[in-house]
């Protein structure tokens, strides 16, 4: 790749001693095929991208990292791993707060900076979502990109407590080997933009595996209408979870159908679920935090239409966030903010369910087969037995069909 010169901002990251490497780049949101486009039929109307990017003002960023061949060495690799940043008002409003929730179905997994999410009912900056051992370098990361951001009041940039999430892709990366660094955080954030989103194998999703086929990011979106009030719900998704014989797809039992793809565990032998996701769910519907706890909670939902039961080895985190309220985060004075009420929300819980189911389905669609470390290989659920199944259930939506279930 090409190395485009430093603006001001990312200036300042240089001086405080991190370097661009050639090992990273942007991903670009190459457009795959995706679930509606091969006859998976889903509930509810999707935004224009069908994307967490129709929310308007979020903006998503992913730093693929992929190299090597052949046996593990630690500290070398192979690299199949990753960084993808979410950011609710942009990196342009990235010091605007947004109100938001969260919520931990299974907690064998790690998202940082909760404690004062649920305290706050603030969420202060990106989200960050990595591999488990690059959790603690992207904390950091995002800390010094804020501080070299710098704040338009002269007290600067004095205290951040951010939320970084995780997966484990050890059975197809040297994750031991923490080849994800400071500067892939930055680059992510730097590159982050609204529009097509990437998904599958690219930034912190490139080395998962779902239902024992490659797995990914993932989004998808639904659009609400209240009344006169038009309104997006979006989802984000790293999906490494669930068995193979538990895939369901639109209803159909599509991981007891393909048999004849190798399902390959994260642990050799293993009989249970080892995998985990993460759900970032946005919204400009304008709720307060103990309402956007209760979307994230919908999130369990949408997993298990896809065939989840969230084991005890997988890290279930999730959070909901609304760009709506603008003006609720001051530090003095009388901060006014809307919201919608309670018997209003049932449209939105909904879509937060058709949308996460969506999203998985979408993430094993756009997922390629990979080879990694010591020549562990994870299956791309391959979309002609997928068309099969589905036909033989009738569950096959004809063209235009695919959103009506």
Not at 175 to 184: D, L, Q, R, T
Request: aromatic content about 6%.
């Amino acid at each position: 790749m090409n190395v485009r010169s430093a603006t001001p901002t990312l200036a300042a990251l240089l001086v405080v001693g991190c370097f661009w490497t050639l090992a990273s780049a942007p991903t670009p949101p190459i457009q795959k095929l995706r679930a509606r486009e091969i006859g998976v039929p889903f509930d509810g109307l999707p935004g224009p991208l069908n994307a967490i990017t129709d929310v308007a003002g979020v903006e998503i960023g992913h730093i693929t990292l992929i190299s090597g061949e052949g046996p593990l060495i630690v500290g070398k690799g192979p690299v199949r791993t990753g960084v993808t940043a979410i950011l609710p008002r942009g990196k342009d409003s990235v010091d605007i707060p947004v109100f938001a929730g969260w919520f931990s179905q299974n907690g064998n997994g790690e998202m940082t900076g909760t404690a004062w999410l649920e305290e706050s009912g603030f969420l202060e900056g990106p989200v960050m979502i990595t591999n488990t051992h690059s959790v603690g370098v992207v904390r950091d990361a995002v800390i010094r990109w804020r501080v070299a951001r710098g704040r338009p009041d002269p007290s600067g940039y004095w205290w951040s407590l951010p939320v970084v999430a995780e997966t484990w892709d050890g059975w197809l990366n040297d994750i031991n080997g923490f080849h994800v660094k400071a500067e892939h955080a930055f680059r992510a954030l730097e590159t982050a933009a609204g529009g097509r989103v990437a998904e599958g194998n690219v930034g912190g999703g490139t080395g998962m595996i779902c239902y024992g086929f490659k797995g990914g990011i993932g989004t998808s979106s639904r659009a609400v209408r209240l009344g006169d009030a038009n309104y997006t719900v979006g989802v984000l998704l790293q999906a490494n979870f669930g068995g193979r014989s538990q895939l369901t797809v639109a209803g159909v039992p599509v991981g007891r159908e393909i048999t004849e793809a190798p399902a390959h565990s994260r642990l050799p032998g293993a009989s249970s679920e080892q995998g985990s996701v993460i759900v970032v769910v946005g919204t400009d519907a304008p709720l307060l935090p103990h309402q956007l706890e209760r979307l994230a909670r919908r999130v369990t939902m949408g997993l298990a239409r896809t065939g989840s039961v969230s084991g005890n080895g997988s890290g279930d985190l999730f959070i909901a966030f609304s760009t709506a309220n603008a003006g609720a985060f001051r530090p003095d004075g009388l901060a006014q903010a809307q919201m919608l009420g309670n018997d209003q929300l049932d449209p939105i819980f909904t879509a937060v369910v058709q949308a996460t189911e969506e999203s998985v389905i979408n993430a094993l669609v756009a997922a390629e087969t990979m080879t990694g470390q010591s020549g562990h290989r994870a299956v791309a659920l391959p979309h002609d037995r997928l068309r099969e199944v589905l036909r033989k259930y009738n569950r096959l939506a004809l063209p235009g069909q695919g959103d009506a279930r």
